[in-house]
T-cell receptor
Framework: DVKVTQSSRYLVKRTGEKVFLECVQDMDHENMFWYRQDPGLGLRLIYF???????EKGDIPEGYSVSREKKERFSLILESASTNQTSMYLC???????????FGPGTRLTVT | AQSVTQPDIHITVSEGASLELRCNYSYGATPYLFWYVQSPGQGLQLLLKYFSGDTLVQGIKGFEAEFKRSQSSFNLRKPSVHWSDAAEYFC????????????FGKGTLLTVNP
């Protein structure tokens, strides 16, 4: 079974802090994704990576950056956390083909 | 650009009743189609997928979905709902090729009454 793990289930940070969210997958997938999920807005893609050190902006990249130094690990970085970044963050991975994505359990981030 | 519409934001059914969740997509060619389920506080779990072939696909937990090209639909069904099926359900589409992204619908929240 594909396993995608995320470093924290719950996280509380203060405004202005630098926040790291880590995601690890164990299926040698090429693609990895970061989403945020908010009530009424569904899933919105922040960034994705299709190879080590390669990344592309998703629909809402502002205020975020990412890092992929190893194939199995994809990090989401909030350079200076703000209260409007309070959300559920979901990581996913997929092979090049077929295209289904496998999701981690999510990190509920609260910025106060 | 492709899009996915789930017309029902919230559906309530009684335990044991049948269920149909609607999904419509907008895309020129035949897309790759998926249904995911999300239990409260959890990540998304893949229920089933359609790539080609038989338009009725079977998934996990007793779910099935039917692809209807003429209606651009991919509706999810279950003959008899269990209380544990209460969750949020997402339909998603992929256009294939080198496009890496899935496009998700906004989800349908299912409540199951005892």
């Amino acid at each position: 079974d594909v396993k995608v793990t995320q470093s924290s289930r719950y996280l509380v940070k203060r405004t202005g802090e630098k926040v790291f969210l880590e995601c690890v997958q164990d299926m040698d997938h090429e693609n990895m994704f970061w989403y945020r999920q908010d009530p009424g807005l569904g899933l919105r893609l922040i960034y994705f990576s299709y190879d080590v050190k390669m990344k592309e902006k998703g629909d809402i990249p502002e205020g975020y950056s990412v890092s992929r130094e190893k194939k199995e690990r994809f990090s989401l970085i909030l350079e200076s956390a703000s209260t409007n970044q309070t959300s559920m963050y979901l990581c996913a991975s997929s092979a090049v083909s077929p295209y289904e994505q496998y999701f981690g359990p999510g990190t509920r981030l609260t910025v106060t | 650009a492709q899009s996915v519409t789930q017309p029902d934001i919230h559906i309530t059914v009684s335990e044991g009743a049948s269920l149909e969740l609607r999904c419509n997509y907008s895309y020129g060619a035949t897309p790759y189609l998926f249904w995911y389920v999300q239990s409260p506080g959890q990540g998304l779990q893949l229920l089933l997928k359609y790539f080609s072939g038989d338009t009725l696909v079977q998934g996990i937990k007793g779910f099935e979905a039917e692809f209807k090209r003429s209606q651009s639909s991919f509706n999810l069904r279950k003959p008899s709902v269990h209380w544990s099926d209460a969750a949020e359900y997402f339909c998603a589409v992929h256009s294939g090729g080198s496009n890496y992204k899935l496009t998700f619908g906004k989800g349908t929240l299912l409540t199951v009454n005892p």
